[in-house]
């Protein structure tokens, strides 16, 4: 059964075993590359090309470690005739990302399915505390809003996918926008950061008890953040009637991030007259990912794709030979 806008808050639910994919990309942060070009299809050994958020030097970095150095990592499809692009958003509680299977992987099936993917490079606590990640999320969006045509996107398609603490930066960049700046002399700056859709996966999304996710909270926001701080980051109370189209997907007995996180969100967007999806599972861990090895839980994306699919943002047409996907 779906859970769906206009509804009581219902989960679709299954048996599954809920396989852990531990990640082979596990990484605080890639090495540093060249500032923006022209965009590149991903070659032959499926890599994309990546850019610097800010080619002069990101703001308030500490230091020119990679740690330091915000980043998207493009892949374009073949054919993307709904003109549709994702930023990818790994999680990792906000101290570490897990690029492989929540970053690399998510590209891969994006662009099998006819979608520009757009990986994200965030910087992280301890070092780093918001509003850096934030900030770091929204450039991205105006930068890939700002070279949509270069990308063969519409700039009223550009989505944005979390995991876990990456989920929360994601419900965070669509509930906390702006229009842009106008009178900046940096024409990225320009653009409007709000994502048209959001597609949360088990999404860290309170900061706040009983619920909370305590160490994404830490490396967020530091040991002792003020109560004002906490409300305003916890996405489910910053929910309104121009939040994004949202999905979600996360599992009843997750052990890590409570489900109630993702009902609270679908809950509070459902009450805002958001259109809503949700999908909840009985059993999975934590941070499978797309569950590829898991027959079970692997059909959540497929409920995506669908999703996608009937709100514009995806094509039957545009998806490559079953061999290509991943």
Same mark, same amino acid.
């Given at each position: 059964?779906?859970?769906?806008?206009?509804?009581?808050?219902?989960?679709?639910?299954?048996?599954?075993?809920?396989?852990?994919?531990? &990640?082979?990309?596990?990484?605080?942060?890639?090495?540093?590359?060249?500032?923006?070009?022209?965009?590149?299809?991903? &070659?032959?050994?499926?890599?994309?090309?990546? +850019?610097?958020?800010? *080619?002069?030097?990101? *703001?308030?970095? +500490?230091?020119?470690?990679?740690?330091?150095?915000?980043?998207?990592?493009?892949?374009?499809?073949?054919?993307?005739?709904?003109?549709?692009?994702?930023?990818?958003? *790994?999680?990792?509680?906000?101290?570490?990302?897990?690029?492989?299977?929540?970053?690399?992987?998510? !590209?891969?099936? #994006? +662009?099998?399915?006819?979608?520009?993917?757009?990986?994200?490079?965030?910087?992280?606590?301890?070092?780093?505390?918001?509003?850096?990640?934030?900030?770091?999320?929204?450039?991205?969006?105006?930068?890939?809003?700002?070279?949509?045509k270069e990308y063969g996107i519409a700039p009223d398609h550009i989505g944005m996918w979390g995991f876990s603490a990456g989920g929360h930066l994601a419900a965070t960049a669509?509930?906390?926008? &702006?229009?842009?700046?106008?009178?900046?002399?940096? *024409?990225?700056?320009?653009?409007?950061?709000?994502?048209?859709?959001?597609?949360?996966?088990?999404?860290?999304?309170?900061?706040?008890?009983?619920?909370?996710?305590?160490?994404?909270?830490?490396?967020?926001?530091?040991?002792?953040?003020?109560?004002?701080?906490?409300?305003n980051l916890s996405d489910e109370t910053q929910v309104t009637r121009d939040t994004p189209p949202t999905f979600l997907f996360a599992t009843t007995d997750d052990g890590v991030?409570?489900?109630?996180?993702?009902? !609270?969100?679908?809950?509070?967007?459902?009450?805002? &007259? +958001?259109?809503?999806?949700?999908?909840?599972?009985?059993?999975?861990?934590?941070?499978?990912?797309?569950?590829?090895?898991?027959?079970?839980?692997?059909?959540?994306?497929?409920? #995506?794709?669908?999703?996608?699919?009937?709100?514009?943002?995806?094509?039957?047409?545009?998806?490559?030979s079953p061999s290509a996907a991943r």
């Amino acid at each position: 059964m779906d859970a769906r806008r206009g509804g009581a808050v219902l989960g679709w639910i299954c048996l599954a075993s809920g396989l852990f994919f531990m &990640d082979r990309n596990t990484v605080r942060a890639a090495g540093p590359q060249a500032a923006v070009p022209a965009a590149v299809k991903a &070659d032959a050994a499926g890599a994309g090309k990546t +850019v610097l958020l800010w *080619p002069e030097g990101a *703001p308030k970095a +500490v230091g020119k470690t990679p740690e330091d150095t915000p980043t998207l990592t493009i892949y374009l499809p073949a054919k993307n005739s709904t003109h549709t692009g994702v930023i990818v958003a *790994p999680g990792g509680g906000y101290a570490h990302l897990a690029m492989g299977h929540e970053g690399e992987d998510i !590209a891969h099936w #994006l +662009v099998a399915r006819g979608v520009a993917a757009f990986v994200l490079k965030y910087r992280l606590g301890p070092v780093y505390h918001h509003p850096i990640e934030l900030g770091d999320a929204q450039r991205a969006i105006r930068l890939v809003r700002m070279n949509a045509k270069e990308y063969g996107i519409a700039p009223d398609h550009i989505g944005m996918w979390g995991f876990s603490a990456g989920g929360h930066l994601a419900a965070t960049a669509g509930t906390h926008y &702006d229009a842009g700046n106008a009178a900046s002399p940096d *024409p990225i700056e320009r653009e409007r950061c709000r994502p048209d859709f959001l597609i949360l996966a088990y999404a860290v999304i309170t900061l706040l008890q009983p619920n909370v996710h305590g160490s994404s909270r830490k490396y967020l926001l530091g040991d002792d953040p003020a109560r004002s701080v906490l409300a305003n980051l916890s996405d489910e109370t910053q929910v309104t009637r121009d939040t994004p189209p949202t999905f979600l997907f996360a599992t009843t007995d997750d052990g890590v991030v409570p489900v109630m996180n993702s009902v !609270a969100f679908y809950s509070a967007l459902v009450k805002n &007259d +958001v259109p809503a999806e949700m999908h909840l599972f009985q059993h999975g861990n934590h941070g499978v990912g797309l569950a590829a090895g898991n027959p079970q839980l692997s059909i959540w994306t497929e409920l #995506l794709i669908k999703w996608m699919r009937e709100r514009g943002y995806a094509s039957a047409t545009d998806a490559a030979s079953p061999s290509a996907a991943r």
